[in-house]
């Protein structure tokens, strides 16, 4: 199997028609280890104003990391991050009130009652939709006289959504906000989620497994691969622009065909597999003829692409 | 305003009992104020001390609840820091501003000190709340109390004269507070959890951290950590190789106590008495130097030192529940019996291991204190603490889950075994190693075994639980 970098966009960035927008999130050269392990390497991401953006990447490749570095949650070793324009040294200052978070587990304040603690948040916010999150804890089943630690993980996961998206932020974390969460839960966020990014100007950064709800936010993707962001892109340019190349034959092969703009490539059975970026068509079909072998171009599903470049 | 209300009402949801000590002092203080100022001058010291014990108590409460709140995500919320300066701000206007404003109306001498002491209580509150370790800064004092106490009382007789009191005592204060707050407002990489079952023996003293808190250990601390797993990896590849050699029952159950107790093996144990032993010792020369000790007191000391490890027992075998399952699966028991038989079982080798300590400890003391007669205290702990350690282990595998009944458990323990020992000691000194042994032995041991069996029998019985527990 051969892996080849995309080339044609810089790492982290988006195409230049996205990218002159005021970005809400700048990092340059972000560095992070936990010991001697080296979970971020000098990595580079940009985020506009206004985007949906869904974080991809393997168990471990460092997402929650990464998440918890941009919101100032985890200490970092080196680079910088900005946010909404001024460095993020620490969590402070006025743009506190602009971002809410999800954290991948919510296992805090278990003796606090759901109404208790979201009034001891509301607190410090000088935005609250509280007809929002009566609704919300209406719809979802959350009992506000219930203690957190009585509460299932999906539950729990419900109710950070509900803090999260309560003081109507610019914007959004999210830390794989729907693993918890049954097949109604998880449309009923992601419907909240698509109200909430009508509004101008909210931003979205969640990391998830689920690509089918990235596809349902037609998300820009990001994918953090090797301690980098490898590319940020939009998801409707992804499948425009990457094709899934199949040469079959009966003889099989040794190795894959070159194809120019290939990024990945591997052998299965009398199949060779390509991931071609902007793939020329004729001279696919010209291979195809020179090596006697079946050609079939497909449109990677988000899942494939994830499989394939992860 | 609101998010000080909010911050105050997160004090009465975590330590009520604290917050109600405190106001009840508090009220005793106003009381003998009121009876003071109607003329009786005598009352004034213990008003003084009443009040200074009421802030004292609240604000250790105050620690405690900034260290459940203090965790990386609330710094997410807008403005947390600033917040929890106004908070700081009232509740100094509460205990400093407005003593000291009576202070200053009723004319009382030593103003300048007064005013500096009032924050300084406070600040030893919060310091004890907020960090568990915090009785490292408070020794240094017994220290110079044990080795030279004229040389205290005259220090303390020219400080009330000194004009520099006051500023030293504010810059002790300012100290303090540093060594309490700065830990809470850093934001740093959640360790690792450790075995909830573990105990390192010199972290028992401290409060369990809440959950999501992190933990906040010092280089040293963090260390002596890496040094017990270390240990515990290697006792875990031993037991490894030795079920590979020979998959009996013995080393089955020699697997599920490394599983279990990670630091519950013979280099984790070693370690664990030294450290302590170098604590105690350390401290009794230190804060007890040449004062003469009760034989009986270091005795039952020691086995109290020994029987702390089964609180976290109990607290450690609802938090594991969820794991379990797994180690269930594992075993794959005929019968749920046989899992909770397998349980207990491996759970026992921690009465050997209590009684080994005790027994170290207890020579140690008798070093220490140059005992007259070092083999009574021994024979007298090796009974009682045989005894002892079976029936804590017994009370916490069956014993209550709530904390009420975990506190009211451990007390009765506590007390039972300081009496014990006392009886035990009077009794062998009064009749001899064979009677006085003989009989605290049937007695003790009778009652222990008794106990235990019993409460082996219940543990049975039970349906395992695999469940996580509540809040």
């Known amino acids: 199997m051969t892996v080849i970098d995309p080339a044609t966009t810089p790492p982290g960035t988006m195409p230049a028609s996205e990218s002159s927008a005021r970005p809400v999130l700048q990092v340059r050269g972000l560095e992070k280890s936990f010991k001697q392990r080296q979970v971020l390497k000098a990595l580079d991401w940009h985020v506009p104003t206004g985007r949906v953006v869904g974080l991809l990447g393997r168990n471990g490749a460092g997402k929650t990391t990464l998440l918890r570095c941009l919101l100032g949650l985890s200490p970092i070793n080196g680079g910088s991050i900005e946010l909404f324009g001024e460095p993020m040294i620490e969590p402070g200052g006025e743009r506190m009130h602009r971002i809410g978070f999800v954290p991948q587990t919510f296992d805090l304040f278990p003796w606090m009652k759901v109404r208790a603690y979201l009034d001891f948040t509301a607190a410090f916010y000088t935005r609250w939709n509280q007809i929002l999150v009566d609704r919300l804890l209406a719809d979802w089943e959350l009992d506000a006289k219930q203690k957190i630690g009585e509460l299932s993980q999906g539950q729990r996961q419900k109710l950070a959504i509900v803090r999260a998206i309560a003081p109507d932020p610019d914007l959004l974390v999210l830390d794989e906000p729907v693993a918890s969460l049954d097949p109604q839960a998880r449309r009923a966020f992601m419907g909240e989620l698509l109200t909430l990014m009508r509004a101008p100007g909210k931003t979205v950064i969640f990391s998830t497994h689920i690509t089918a709800d990235l596809e349902r936010a037609d998300a820009d993707i990001a994918l953090l691969r090797d301690g980098r962001i490898q590319f940020t892109r939009p998801l409707a340019e992804l499948r425009e622009r990457l094709k899934r190349v199949i040469f079959q034959r009966a003889d099989g092969w040794s190795q894959p065909p070159a194809v120019a703009g290939v990024m990945k490539s591997h052998v299965q059975g009398d199949q060779a597999i390509l991931l071609v970026e902007d793939p020329v068509i004729d001279s696919l079909h010209a291979l195809a003829a020179r090596e006697n072998a079946n050609l079939r171009i497909e449109v990677p599903t988000l899942e494939d692409l994830f499989v394939e470049l992860a | 305003m609101n998010t000080a209300w909010q911050l105050w009402l997160q004090l009465f949801r975590r330590v009520p009992v604290l917050v109600v000590l405190g106001n009840v002092l508090r009220l005793a203080a106003l009381y003998f104020a009121v009876q003071w100022l109607r ?196 006792a875990m590849n031993r037991a490894l190789a030795g079920y590979s050699r020979r998959p009996d029952l013995a080393h089955r159950m020699l697997l599920v106590r490394r599983l279990l107790l990670p630091h519950d093996n013979p280099e984790a144990i070693a370690l664990r008495i030294i450290l302590v032993a170098v604590i105690v010792s350390f401290y009794f020369l230190a804060m007890l130097h040449r004062q003469r000790v009760e034989p009986a007191v270091i005795g039952a000391y020691t086995i109290m030192l020994s029987l702390s490890r089964f609180p976290q027992l109990n607290i450690g075998m609802a938090l594991m529940r969820p794991n379990m399952a797994d180690l269930y699966l594992t075993l794959a028991p005929e019968t749920r019996a046989e899992y909770q038989k397998t349980i207990s079982d491996a759970l026992l080798i921690l009465v050997p291991i209590s009684m080994l300590t005790a027994l170290t400890y207890t020579a140690l003391g008798a070093v220490l204190v140059h005992a007259a007669d070092p083999w009574h205290m021994l024979f007298v702990a090796l009974i009682v603490s045989a005894a002892a350690s079976l029936a804590a282990l017994s009370l916490h595998l069956i014993g209550p889950e709530s904390r009420t009944g975990r506190s009211i458990a451990n007390l009765v323990i506590l007390f039972g075994v300081m009496a014990v020992y006392w009886g035990g000691y009077w009794l062998v000194g009064a009749t001899g190693y064979l009677i006085g042994g003989g009989v605290l032995a049937v007695v003790t041991l009778g009652f222990a075994l008794t106990v235990w069996f019993a409460a082996q029998r219940e543990y049975q019985q039970r349906a395992p639980r695999f469940d996580a527990p509540i809040g």
């Open chain 2, 39 to 234: 003329g009786e001058p005598r009352l004034a010291p213990l008003t003084a001390w009443l009040f200074g014990m009421a802030s004292w108590v609240w604000h250790i409460g105050q620690g405690f609840n900034l260290r459940s709140i203090c965790i990386p995500e609330s710094f997410l919320l807008p403005q947390f820091r600033r917040r929890l300066l106004e908070y700081g701000a009232i509740d100094i206007a509460i205990w400093v501003l407005l003593p000291l404003l009576f202070v200053f109306i009723l004319k009382l001498p030593y103003t300048l000190l007064i005013a500096s002491i009032l924050p300084l209580v406070p600040a030893f509150g919060l310091l004890m709340g907020s960090n568990p370790r915090a009785s490292v800064f408070i020794w240094p004092v017994f220290i110079v109390l044990g080795w030279a106490p004229r040389f205290f009382v005259e220090l303390t007789d020219d400080a009330l004269h000194s004009p520099l009191t006051p500023l030293l005592i504010l810059a002790l204060t300012a100290l303090l507070l540093r060594f309490s707050l700065a830990p809470l407002l850093r934001i740093e990489d959640r360790e690792a959890d450790t075995s909830p079952l573990e105990s390192t023996g010199l972290n028992r003293g401290s409060t369990r951290h809440a959950p999501g808190e992190p933990q906040r250990l010092g280089r040293l601390g963090k260390r002596l950590n890496a040094l017990y797993d270390w240990t515990s990896q290697r």
